[in-house]
């Protein structure tokens, strides 16, 4: 079964771990065109903590879809809600997923991608998280305008930050944000991002 959640795309029924897609648009495509050309663009989604690359696709027509293999299970670390948040029926261990990259490996030239509403000043913002369990998060952090109402799976979820008038909510994600280049292009790619391009091969 495929539950498409716009260019979101979680593969596997159920609450199980599953495996997963991310596929996006990158809105400013033409600054890609323009620093790489059209042939043989990749997207990355890069593991910085332990120097891999976990999937890739090829860019088209500023589309692409990675999969996340099923057996890819990343180090986790307890996610520490806030005072005045709770996670039911308990905490989870979460790994935020780190960058994606577009890259051309003939002009060894990278730069990395993000997704939001808007390429420079976003108010709503998504990140991938895996998480080692189903739990529910909710609450109002102690002092401070930061709200959650945030459903993560086991596995993979989509989750958003909102900003607004000082506020900001963490809840699972809505469909359709699109993704755009973050800054300048790295020219040197292969050594600036080294512990990356070492250890995987970019033949797809």
């Given at each position: 079964?495929?539950?498409?959640?716009?260019?979101?795309?979680?593969?596997g029924a159920g609450g199980g771990a599953g495996a997963v897609a991310i596929e996006g648009q990158?809105?400013?495509?033409?600054?890609?065109?323009?620093?790489?050309?059209?042939?043989?663009?990749?997207?990355?989604?890069?593991?910085?903590?332990?120097?891999?690359?976990?999937?890739?696709?090829?860019?088209?027509?500023?589309?692409?879809?990675?999969?996340?293999?099923?057996?890819?299970?990343?180090?986790?670390?307890?996610?520490?809600?806030?005072?005045?948040?709770?996670?039911?029926?308990?905490?989870?261990?979460?790994?935020?997923?780190?960058?994606?990259?577009?890259?051309?490996?003939?002009?060894?030239?990278?730069?990395?991608?993000?997704?939001?509403?808007?390429?420079?000043?976003?108010?709503?913002?998504?990140?991938?998280?895996?998480?080692?369990?189903?739990?529910?998060?909710?609450?109002?952090?102690?002092?401070?305008?930061?709200?959650?109402?945030?459903?993560?799976?086991?596995?993979?979820?989509?989750?958003?930050?909102?900003?607004?008038?000082?506020?900001?909510?963490?809840?699972?994600?809505?469909?359709?944000?699109?993704?755009?280049v973050q800054g300048a292009f790295t020219p040197n790619a292969r050594a600036v991002y080294g512990?990356?391009?070492?250890?995987?091969?970019?033949?797809?």
């Amino acid at each position: 079964m495929v539950r498409s959640l716009g260019l979101l795309a979680l593969l596997g029924a159920g609450g199980g771990a599953g495996a997963v897609a991310i596929e996006g648009q990158i809105r400013n495509v033409a600054q890609v065109k323009a620093q790489l050309g059209e042939q043989d663009v990749r997207v990355l989604l890069a593991n910085f903590t332990e120097g891999r690359i976990v999937g890739l696709s090829t860019l088209r027509g500023g589309l692409f879809s990675i999969d996340i293999p099923a057996s890819f299970r990343p180090a986790t670390a307890p996610m520490n809600v806030c005072s005045g948040v709770t996670a039911r029926p308990s905490e989870p261990r979460t790994y935020i997923a780190e960058s994606l990259l577009v890259y051309q490996a003939g002009k060894n030239s990278a730069a990395l991608l993000f997704q939001a509403d808007h390429p420079t000043e976003p108010t709503r913002r998504t990140q991938w998280v895996y998480s080692d369990r189903a739990s529910t998060i909710q609450g109002r952090c102690t002092g401070l305008n930061s709200y959650y109402d945030l459903k993560l799976r086991r596995g993979w979820t989509a989750v958003m930050t909102t900003s607004e008038s000082g506020a900001f909510r963490v809840t699972n994600a809505t469909p359709g944000l699109p993704y755009w280049v973050q800054g300048a292009f790295t020219p040197n790619a292969r050594a600036v991002y080294g512990s990356l391009f070492g250890r995987e091969s970019l033949s797809r």
